[in-house]
């Protein structure tokens, strides 16, 4: 029974691994891509949200048109004062039709929010590399339970925004578990904090707290390549 829950938690890890492959990967090379762009910009003087924007909508598309998963939004999120005329800009394209995000005025106001309270923005920024947050209500985009990959974006070493992504939780089931419950044990998906991003168990739904139930006493598994855990049993 123990070697089979090890090589079961071993496929399970390799396979949220794969499957977050390609989203890290594409938001690594258009924050490379981004940053020089980025840099040639402001050398040739002020950079304005307009200007960020047309940057950005080929590198948004490009996370858009991923076939290994299903994105539902994809953009640019800037650091404090990187533009002029403007504190901090979301550049953000999603949904079927792939439009631009417009914030709702009366709902967010933009120019006060500061994006380094949110872990997809304030993780890549401390540690330099792409991380994965989530499950949470992504109340600036999408209202539903998402997943938000995100690499950071440097100028010249300086960290001036982070190139992201959303995935719906929805969509990452429809993706994940049909793989992981072919494995024939019970998988729970766990983020770094401890809440379940997703479960082949029923008793076990997006966002419970692992701590205090019965899953905190089972090994976990590291996927590679992302702060998240495999619980087997």
Request: contains cysteine; negative net charge; charged residues 20%.
């Given at each position: 029974m123990v070697t089979t829950t090890h090589s079961?938690?071993?496929?399970?890890?390799?396979?949220?691994?794969?499957?977050?492959?390609?989203?890290?990967?594409?938001?690594?090379?258009?924050?490379q891509v981004l940053g020089g762009q980025l840099a040639a910009a402001k050398g040739s003087g002020a950079l304005t949200a307009a200007q960020l924007d047309l940057l950005v909508e080929p590198h948004a598309h490009a996370a858009l048109a991923l076939v290994e998963a299903r994105v539902y939004g994809a953009g640019?999120?800037?650091?404090?004062?990187?533009?002029?005329?403007?504190?901090?800009?979301?550049?953000?394209?999603?949904?079927d039709d792939r439009g631009k995000l417009v914030l709702a005025a009366q709902s967010v106001n933009k120019e006060f929010i500061d994006y380094s309270d949110f872990e997809w923005f304030r993780v890549p920024m401390m540690t330099g590399a792409p991380h994965v947050a989530g499950p949470h209500v992504d109340y600036l985009?999408?209202?539903?339970?998402?997943?938000?990959?995100?690499?950071?974006?440097?100028?010249?070493?300086d960290f001036v925004g982070v190139a992201g992504l959303d995935m719906l939780i929805d969509s990452v089931e429809r993706q994940l578990l049909p793989r992981l419950s072919a494995l024939g044990e019970p998988v729970t998906l766990i983020n770094g904090v401890g809440r379940v991003v997703l479960s082949t168990d029923a008793a076990h739904t997006t966002g419970d707290a692992v701590r205090g139930g019965r899953l905190a006493e089972l090994e976990r598994a590291r996927c590679a390549g992302v702060e998240l855990d495999i619980i087997v049993g």
């Open positions: 079961t938690a071993t496929r399970a890890t390799e396979i949220v691994s794969e499957y977050f492959r390609a989203p890290i990967s594409v938001l690594e090379e258009s924050a640019f999120i800037a650091a404090v004062d990187l533009l002029t005329g403007a504190r901090n800009h979301l550049s953000w394209w999603q949904g985009c999408s209202d539903e339970y998402t997943v938000t990959v995100a690499a950071p974006v440097h100028i010249d070493g």
